[in-house]
């Protein structure tokens, strides 16, 4: 079965800090894919990243960076300089393939509350 | 334009009433989801149809009967609600023509909080 887990339930940062979000996930596939998501406190889901396992390279958009290894099973997230408009939740997800029909399915990490103070 | 979008935003029923919670994408996609997001924020899967096609029933009660009159539309309906199922349902869809496709993205609408009293 697929796991994913966020050890930080809550993190708080003052603006301008760097924070890294960890996320860790098991799985038995060979090939599958990442993703994280950003839950602001108005409520919707967000997309933010995809990652698939044969591609190891980091991967950075503006402020927002992600490191992804296979050997310790991890992808994390770094958010540098935040902001206070970064405050929301996170999830870290993993896609399992659906064999009959099309789509896949997500199995969502329990999320990482992150605060931005002034 | 809105992407994925749901209807109501809010809901606040008595328990033992039904109640439907209503889908619509605009992306063209072919596969369409149920989420339910509890009191601790955790998500899960509840359903999944692929062009009106049933794919994942995730050991959800009986009382929940998704619908999909079309490839764009996918409805949520609550029979006898229960205090247990005051939650967020999130709706969502991706491209998913093909079986098998791990690299599917998933589109997330705004959320339906549902509140049973």
């Known amino acids: 079965a697929q796991k994913v887990t966020q050890a930080q339930t809550e993190i708080s940062v003052v603006e301008k800090e760097d924070v890294t979000l960890d996320c860790v996930y098991e799985?038995?596939?060979?090939?599958?894919?990442l993703f994280w998501y950003k839950q602001p406190p108005s409520g919707e889901l967000v997309f933010l990243i995809r990652?698939?396992?044969?591609?190891?390279q980091n991967e950075i958009s503006g402020r927002y960076s992600w490191n992804f290894q296979k050997s310790t099973s991890s992808f994390n997230f770094t958010i540098t300089a935040s902001q206070v408009v970064d405050s929301a939740v996170y999830f870290c997800?993993?896609?399992?393939?659906?064999?009959?029909?099309?789509?896949?399915?997500?199995?969502f990490g329990t999320g990482t509350q992150l605060k931005v103070e002034l | 334009d809105t992407a994925v979008s749901q209807t109501p935003k809010y809901l606040v029923t008595q328990m033992g009433n039904d109640k439907s919670i209503k889908c619509e994408q605009n992306l063209g996609h072919d596969t369409m989801y149920w989420y339910k997001q509890d009191s601790k924020k955790f998500l899960k899967i509840m359903f999944s149809y692929n062009n009106k096609e049933l794919i994942i029933n995730e050991t959800v009660p009986n009382r929940f009967s998704p619908k999909s009159p079309d490839k764009a539309h996918l409805n949520l309906h609550i029979n006898s609600l229960e205090l247990g199922d005051s939650a967020v349902y999130f709706c969502a869809s991706s491209q998913g023509p093909l079986a098998g496709d791990r690299t599917d993205t998933q589109y997330f609408g705004p959320g339906t909080r549902l509140t049973v009293l």
């Open positions: 990652r698939n396992s044969f591609d190891e």
């Open positions: 799985t038995r596939d060979t090939t599958y894919y």
């Open positions: 997800a993993l896609s399992e393939a659906i064999l009959t029909g099309g789509g896949n399915k997500l199995t």
